[in-house]
């Protein structure tokens, strides 16, 4: 196995964010669920547009944000996922690429437009998601450059991107290439209401296709239909070498074979809008992962970038996480 | 003469901004002229956009944004603008209406694609912009409702639209079908460099044709070729009904026949981003005037709506400032 060229790459939804204050009414008036993510088509994402207050366009998508993290942070991260060729496919590819991460999946000519997540975010500072995927379902096989993925150390996976089937059919052959090429494949179950349509092929993959998993409590007890979090652990316990789990305010818990860390949170001043929180808590993981810090490190140094991302609007980094990382970790 | 129907009616650039924070290095690497704003064509734009890093959309233009402080404040403004049928247009129109402003002008179906601002904001808050102005410097008179002119009290006209030959004309147009109704017309000077390249039509149009003007300190004596304020201050009074003088962190100055009102500044614990500092303020001067303010008490709104919108990224309020000048003028 030859030095990996690039620290991760990751496979996920090109997506532009669509931000923007509501309130507990609008949630309501809409039916929506409350702190999910939501699949809409393009008429529903016009009508709910419709009807928003003014927004923010921030380039989003979770695996791509986990990416921006990892080159916010020094880190050398790669990134497949399909946009259109329309203005904010330019904003989505713009903005990759000026954060440091390597990007190269053609934009479609045609087809559908860039997808756009349009996020509802509340003064508890919870977000509330619905996406219409656009070109980002479209993503297949042939997005996916075998060389590239042969070349990272890890290859990670965006569960959300399990909904459109040719995206599945490319995670899979994503996954079968990095483990020929003996690097480690990484999966982020991404939200409960994703585990819930595909929680049997979820807990296969789980089952030793899997070296690193990132699920949060809603995710992890969704996967192995239990309400108790320490049940689930001790479910997930010796399926994958390890496994991330993540608790809001409680911190997280790094399970890697017969040992267990908890890792407490970083103190924000004032959570603003946890957006990307989980995202960027993966960025901080794998970046510690892939230059050689231990787990409790890499616990740590994705708690600092967790809080820095819900301190603000939008789910990535609004300053240089290699210099706050540097700050904190001394 | 009737009852207003609109408090103000904005004509002005339908621009989107495409905001990103550069360090001072950058700013002088690409020769821009710093605190200014640079027209560019299409291509300097995306060879900046490519160089510039990851970027926040927000819908901007000087004179929406003034509209859009005035519906944020309770007032009732409507705009006429020019955006393409293209995404950056639909995100423009959206935003615009979200927050109350009465906004018609149809998209046109081809030509220049929306127009977009790129702003540099450096450390110091400062911001550096350079637009396109795409499908905006397409606006002319036909895109002038003379109906909703007759019923607005003021037509506020933004200095910037003074480049492109046509939205000269519609401009003209605006203030004669104003005045014809016994209404007061308003312009802003926008920009010192504005000011160089139209010094004689500006001087012409205070001299008489202005009911209300608004300058900085940088835009007056640009106006009359003064490096002295005062000087400035002397040259303006007299030749419209009302010239406000903004100073930045030295306040305010209102000039209105023979009374000079000075107004200080609201405090701001951090000032993050200085763009839409004179649109807000504008906003606040306006809402205050057309709702039975004296003028000093408009002064001090403008200077809370200003204080709010460079406490943060972006020219547009982020709360309601209806409610934050209720709860700041008791």
Redesign the interface.
């Known amino acids: 196995m030859n030095e990996a060229q690039y620290d991760v790459v990751g496979l996920g939804n090109a997506i532009v964010d669509v931000l923007s204050h509501a309130d507990e009414d609008f949630i309501v008036k809409h039916g929506l669920p409350k702190g999910g993510m939501t699949l809409v088509d393009r008429d529903a994402s016009h009508a709910l547009?419709?009807d928003?207050?003014?927004?923010?366009?921030?380039?989003g998508g979770s695996a791509a944000n986990t990416m921006?993290g990892l080159a916010s942070l020094g880190g050398q991260p790669a990134f497949f996922g399909r946009v259109c060729d329309?203005?904010?496919g330019r904003?989505f590819a713009?903005?990759?690429r000026?954060?440091g991460v390597s990007y190269e999946t053609p934009p479609a000519a045609n087809g559908a437009?860039?997808g756009r997540c349009l996020i509802l975010v509340t003064s508890d500072a919870q977000r509330t998601m619905q996406t219409y995927l656009g070109s980002s379902a479209e993503f297949g096989p042939e997005d996916v450059n075998d060389a590239v993925i042969r070349t990272a150390a890890v290859t990670y996976l965006e569960g959300y991107l399990f909904d459109p089937a040719p995206a599945k059919a490319a995670f899979r052959k994503a996954a079968e290439v990095a483990h020929g090429a003996d690097r480690r494949v990484a999966l982020t179950l991404s939200d409960a209401f994703c585990v819930d349509r595909h929680r049997d092929e979820f807990r296969e993959l789980v089952d030793g296709h899997i070296d690193i998993l990132f699920a949060n409590e809603d995710e992890i007890t969704a996967l192995y239909e239990t309400s108790d979090f320490d049940t689930a652990l001790k479910a997930v316990r010796g399926k994958c070498e390890i496994a991330v789990l993540t608790r809001s305010e409680k911190g997280s818990v790094i399970v890697a074979g017969g040992d267990v860390h908890e890792v407490g949170i970083e103190p924000v001043a004032h959570v603003v809008d946890t957006t990307g929180a989980g995202d960027l808590y993966a960025a901080g993981f794998l970046y510690g992962l892939t230059h050689g810090h231990s787990l409790p490190e890499c616990g740590r140094i994705a708690a600092i970038c967790a809080a820095e991302v819900i301190s603000h609007m939008?789910a990535?980094p609004d300053v240089s996480l290699k210099e706050l990382v540097a700050g904190k970790m001394g």
């Open positions: 547009y419709d928003m207050g003014p927004a923010t366009e921030m380039s921006a329309d203005q904010l904003v713009h903005d990759i000026a954060i437009p860039t939008g990535r």
